[in-house]
């Protein structure tokens, strides 16, 4: 186990879940948690180092900010439990908020910042990234210093110390007492590239309870494993490098129902790469004991926007409103506030997934949208089974075309796929576009079935699988694997989330 231990280490590529080095890592520990199951320090410290070395094998020398912010928050919590005054408190959970944003906000928004800078004072500024500095004079390490790199998952760990911290100022939590568990808690690897963003209250009592895991919920993980797996790298990653990209890459170049077609396999795509990886991270993270909060409901079948952000990245939209919208006054202070507040919620709901115009324009959208919704919804009060479809068939086009702002380069390109949507939808071209690549129109459509399959018929479905004989299970479970591996993209595909 060392030796392959040693192995592992030596290998540059990132643990990506579609990876066969992941699940040679998982394998060990999987191993160790049952073998360690009745010791519970032994366990999490030993989970809580995995985490650090999963963390190190796809973020490098970032593992450091992991530890600086388990520090900083568990010694913040700590001292807020011990501290009644109220002025004290909220020096102490000011100190956490301004720490975890300044360094979220140094690696992600300083081109941001620098670009707008420039532009005012029409002088170019160069970037120096001061902490690489740093660390090559401390530790003798070569880290290139002219370009500040982005830590996969910063923003995902970022908002859970936030709310840990918050949540004990608010007294909704108490801290925990041992930083390994606070540290286990913060790094735990199935979730912290991409989510979901776990709270405290949710997931730290789990850490002090025994682990029972039934057949049924083994089976349960392994189809969740499965599935995701089956929409990342059968659906998203074949649609995307066969047909998506090529689209957005060279628009001019396709006709306008190509177009949209790529634009409604974009909004496919990036649900199967984003639910397909929160859905191997539950099943992951079950078969070690722990259970992460749904992260996604089938959010195409939403019939209006605020009924889709209850459906999509659930965990981002609820912190957003616990501790973005709700403090900020949320829909207590009049229609006029509450429009406000929910637009200032969705701009920095967009700013939270990139630095870029792009992405406040997106957040602008959404937020436009809710209040549009709130509007609308107090009109139709009472919903027939016609402005149930109306409202299925507004919010899917809108969420799908917003996605065009949240994909292209630049906003120019976003303005030209429109165009050619416009001015070159010929229908004589529809049937040559889909008998050309047919087996792409028939993934996307497959897709789109497969997400609005009705619940009950899909639970049905799940029921059964766990209910059939153990052999059945197993050989169906590999047929699958074969198949999604034999014809996978040669290309490993990075998960769209990893980068925000």
């Known amino acids: 186990m060392a030796e392959l231990l040693k192995q592992l280490a030596g290998q540059s590529d990132i643990f990506l879940f579609t990876h066969r080095a992941f699940w ?42 992991l530890i600086l912010s388990t520090c900083v928050d568990y010694s913040i919590g700590i001292a807020l439990n011990k501290t009644s005054q109220k002025a004290a408190r909220q020096l102490l959970v000011g100190i956490s908020i301004f720490i975890n944003l300044s360094v979220l906000a140094y690696f992600k928004y300083t081109y941001f910042i620098v670009d707008i800078i ?16 740093a660390a090559n004079q401390l530790m003798g390490t070569s880290f290139g210093i002219d370009q500040i790199t982005l830590p996969v998952g910063i923003s995902f760990f970022t ?64 189809l969740l ?34 177009i949209l077609s790529a634009i409604y396999g974009y909004s496919l795509q990036i649900y199967c790469d984003f639910s397909g990886y929160t859905d191997i991270a539950l099943g992951v993270a079950l078969l070690l004991g722990f259970r992460l909060p749904k992260n996604f409901n089938h959010p195409y079948k939403a019939t ?49 997934h990139g630095a870029a115009l792009k992405f406040i324009v997106w957040g602008a959208l959404h937020g436009l949208g809710l209040i ?7 009109l139709f009060a009472k919903r027939n089974s016609i402005i149930t479809l109306l409202g299925w068939f507004l919010t899917f086009n809108f969420v799908s075309a917003t996605w065009v702002i949240f994909r292209v380069d630049s906003l120019m390109n976003a303005q030209l796929l429109f165009e050619r949507i ?25 897709g789109f079935v497969l997400h609005w399959l009705p619940d009950r018929f899909r639970i049905r479905l799940k029921i059964r699988f766990i209910r059939w004989p153990v052999w059945v299970k197993i050989a169906s479970i590999a047929l699958v694997l074969y198949l999604i591996y034999s014809l996978h993209q040669s290309t490993l595909m990075p998960f769209i989330y990893f980068r925000f």
Do not use: C
């Open 225 to 258: 494993i499965t599935g995701g797996l089956f929409k990342k790298m059968f659906i998203s990653d074949f649609i995307s490098i066969n047909f998506i990209d090529r689209v957005f890459e060279h628009p001019t170049a396709y006709s306008g129902f190509e």
């Open 24 to 65: 040679v890592f998982f394998g060990i520990i999987l191993l160790a948690n049952l073998l360690l199951k009745s010791k519970r320090s032994l366990r999490i410290a030993f989970l809580f180092l995995a985490s650090l070395f999963f963390y190190f094998k796809t973020g490098g020398y970032f593992f450091s900010l």
């Open 159 to 222: 908002f859970q110390t936030i709310s840990y911290t918050i949540d004990i100022y608010r007294r909704e939590l108490k801290p925990v007492k041992n930083i390994v568990d606070f540290g286990f808690y913060v790094s735990f690897f199935p979730q912290l590239i991409a989510g979901p963003i776990v709270r405290a209250k949710h997931f730290i009592p789990q850490i002090y309870q025994q682990v029972v895991l039934s057949e049924k919920w083994i089976w349960w993980s392994i």
């Open 422 to 446: 416009a001015y070159a939808f010929q229908s004589n071209t529809i049937t040559h576009a889909i008998f050309t690549t047919p087996y792409t129109y028939s993934l996307i459509v497959g």
């Open 304 to 352: 209006s926007i605020s009924e889709f952000w209850h459906r999509w990245h659930i965990s981002l939209s609820t912190w957003l409103r616990d501790y973005l919208y709700i403090p900020l006054g949320g829909n207590r202070k009049g229609s006029l506030r509450t429009s406000l507040n929910l637009l200032i919620t969705m701009l920095l709901g967009g700013l939270w």
């Open 118 to 133: 420039e532009q005012i004072k029409q002088t170019p500024i160069n970037t120096y990234d001061y902490l690489a500095a």
């Open 372 to 378: 549009a919704n709130r509007l609308l919804s107090k």
